[in-house]
């Protein structure tokens, strides 16, 4: 009897238990597999939107711009088009779009439809999703469309400082612009085929154009020509005509800049000349770091140099600038401390070369040279009434890089404010 009860109980519970454990288990199952159904859902539905982002957008965006562009009134600018004497000439050149970026779904967000404009169209979308293009519309001294050449760009930037260098003056000519927009090809040549032409650059087309000079009267046989070639490097100084031997700036009593002990190389031809920017642009590359990497961070800067025959002074020079990449000074995203550093040096190169080419625009009696390498080596072609300065800002046609375009757009547009002063004061 005593036995019998629990006897009876024990059969009883488990299959009680089970049952309960078993809805459990089978509930904690329902939700895991409806979760997982969801998960799936929403990488569907995640994976959907991505391609939805990728490409239709784009493909809609470009049609705006091609609609656009259609009622545009198109005279681009050609070799026969009137030259303006400018003491600061600001302009930009776009590049054509690559296959690369076409490949990658980018569009061609940018316009130059005549000899002065330059139209950013940025592709925005309204709170209510519906997708429309915001056209920007800049203006600059010249707009070079991507089908120019660099004849063309040469014609009207650096063609008109030669004559400038033959009455004994010190003219510029910069290339400014993010990694990738064009500096190298419009100032080098192009580099990307296997035999490298360097003589379509405007290191080689202002040599060529010297050398015509040169030989007519009353030039003839007057004076010697010499060649410089370096690179800065946050505040160092590289020799590319002597393996980037380290060279010193120093400034005498009478505040004139010196960099001191820089190879300088006599020319006779352009060949001579070709010869050089070889050697050198392929010194300024060599290193450990990768060629474009390496020479997005410093500035190159490339001297023709007149003396008149048995003369110890120079009579005039020509500084051709390849710049540093100008979204070099905006990344702030990185930890890395010398790329910070290299970063913030390259930020105030390009923040003080605009307020010298300001101060040079206004006549100002001060120009605050001192405030980077860069401008501290160039002192003596921002000193002087006749001081001529060229700037070329290059941009990049992808909707990808249209941030950095803005970018240079606006510190271009902030060079040549000046411009409208002088017309005032006319
Ligand atoms: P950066 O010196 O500004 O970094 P590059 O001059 O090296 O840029 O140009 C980047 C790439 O675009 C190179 O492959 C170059 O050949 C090409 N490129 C630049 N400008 C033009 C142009 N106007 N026409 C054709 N290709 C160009
Ligand atoms: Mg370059």
Same mark, same amino acid.
Request: aromatic fraction near 6%; hydrophobic fraction near 30%.
């Given at each position: 009897?005593?036995?019998?009860?629990?006897?009876?109980?024990?059969?009883?519970?488990?299959?009680?238990?089970?049952? =309960?454990?078993?809805?459990?288990?089978?509930?904690?199952?329902?939700?895991?597999?409806?979760?997982?159904?969801?998960?799936?859902?929403?990488?569907?539905?995640?994976?959907?939107?991505?391609?939805?982002?990728?490409?239709?957008?784009?493909?809609?965006?470009?049609?705006?711009?091609?609609?656009?562009?259609?009622?545009?009134?198109?005279?681009?600018?050609?070799?026969?088009?009137?030259?303006?004497?400018?003491? !600061?000439?600001?302009?930009?050149?776009?590049?054509?779009?690559?296959?690369?970026?076409?490949?990658?779904?980018?569009?061609?967000?940018?316009?130059?439809?005549?000899?002065?404009?330059?139209?950013?169209?940025?592709?925005?979308?309204?709170?209510?999703?519906?997708?429309? !293009?915001?056209?920007?519309?800049?203006?600059?001294?010249?707009?070079?469309?991507?089908?120019?050449? =660099?004849?063309?760009?040469?014609?009207?930037?650096?063609?008109?400082?030669?004559?400038?260098?033959?009455?004994?003056?010190?003219?510029?000519?910069?290339?400014?612009?993010?990694?990738?927009?064009? @500096?190298?090809?419009?100032?080098?040549?192009?580099?990307?085929?296997?035999?490298?032409?360097?003589?379509?650059?405007?290191?080689?087309?202002?040599?060529?154009?010297?050398?015509?000079?040169?030989?007519?009267?009353?030039?003839?046989?007057?004076?010697?020509?010499?060649?410089?070639?370096?690179?800065?490097?946050?505040?160092?100084?590289?020799?590319?005509? =002597?393996?980037? @031997?380290?060279?010193?700036?120093?400034?005498?009593?009478?505040?004139?800049?010196?960099?001191?002990?820089?190879?300088?190389?006599?020319?006779?031809?352009?060949?001579?000349?070709?010869?050089?920017?070889?050697?050198?642009?392929?010194?300024?590359?060599?290193?450990?770091?990768?060629?474009?990497?390496?020479?997005?961070?410093?500035?190159?800067?490339?001297?023709?140099?007149?003396?008149?025959?048995?003369?110890?002074?120079? *009579?005039?020079? !020509?500084?051709?600038?390849?710049?540093?990449?100008?979204?070099?000074?905006?990344?702030?995203?990185?930890?890395?401390?010398?790329?910070?550093?290299?970063?913030?040096?390259?930020?105030?190169?390009?923040?003080?070369?605009?307020?010298?080419?300001?101060?040079?625009?206004? =006549?100002?009696?001060?120009?605050?040279?001192?405030?980077?390498?860069?401008?501290?080596?160039?002192?003596?072609?921002?000193?002087?009434?006749?001081?001529?300065?060229?700037?070329?800002?290059?941009?990049?046609?992808?909707?990808?890089?249209?941030?950095?375009?803005?970018?240079?757009?606006? *510190?271009?547009?902030?060079?040549?404010?000046?411009?409208?002063?002088?017309?005032?004061?006319?």
């Amino acid at each position: 009897n005593d036995i019998s009860p629990q006897k009876q109980q024990t059969p009883t519970i488990p299959p009680v238990l089970d049952s =309960n454990k078993s809805k459990v288990v089978k509930e904690i199952e329902r939700i895991a597999a409806n979760r997982e159904q969801r998960r799936a859902r929403q990488d569907e539905r995640r994976q959907k939107l991505s391609e939805v982002d990728q490409s239709i957008p784009a493909w809609e965006f470009q049609a705006m711009v091609s609609e656009y562009r259609q009622q545009l009134d198109v005279k681009l600018l050609v070799m026969n088009d009137p030259q303006k004497d400018l003491k !600061i000439c600001v302009c930009v050149r776009k590049r054509p779009i690559t296959k690369k970026e076409l490949n990658k779904k980018d569009i061609d967000v940018l316009t130059i439809p005549n000899k002065e404009v330059v139209i950013v169209h940025l592709p925005k979308v309204k709170v209510d999703l519906t997708k429309y !293009i915001d056209n920007q519309k800049f203006r600059f001294d010249y707009g070079f469309h991507e089908t120019c050449n =660099n004849e063309l760009v040469y014609h009207f930037t650096a063609h008109p400082l030669v004559q400038s260098l033959f009455q004994g003056n010190n003219p510029m000519v910069f290339a400014y612009g993010q990694t990738g927009s064009g @500096k190298t090809y419009t100032m080098g040549g192009d580099l990307s085929q296997r035999d490298v032409d360097f003589s379509k650059g405007i290191y080689a087309l202002t040599a060529n154009d010297i050398f015509r000079h040169l030989n007519k009267p009353p030039n003839k046989g007057q004076f010697d020509v010499y060649c410089t070639f370096f690179e800065i490097y946050c505040t160092k100084v590289f020799d590319l005509f =002597n393996e980037k @031997k380290r060279l010193r700036v120093l400034e005498d009593h009478k505040n004139l800049v010196q960099v001191v002990g820089k190879k300088e190389e006599q020319v006779e031809t352009v060949e001579d000349v070709m010869t050089l920017i070889r050697r050198g642009m392929s010194v300024r590359t060599s290193g450990t770091t990768s060629a474009n990497e390496n020479s997005s961070r410093s500035h190159a800067i490339f001297q023709i140099t007149l003396k008149k025959k048995n003369a110890t002074k120079d *009579y005039g020079k !020509i500084s051709l600038i390849d710049l540093a990449g100008s979204e070099r000074g905006k990344d702030t995203q990185t930890s890395d401390k010398t790329t910070l550093m290299e970063g913030a040096q390259i930020n105030k190169s390009l923040l003080t070369l605009k307020e010298c080419i300001r101060s040079l625009g206004r =006549n100002a009696e001060h120009v605050p040279f001192r405030g980077s390498t860069l401008t501290k080596v160039l002192r003596d072609s921002f000193i002087g009434e006749k001081s001529k300065v060229c700037m070329i800002a290059m941009v990049s046609p992808g909707n990808s890089d249209v941030e950095h375009t803005l970018n240079t757009l606006r *510190y271009a547009d902030r060079v040549k404010e000046l411009n409208v002063d002088e017309v005032k004061r006319g």
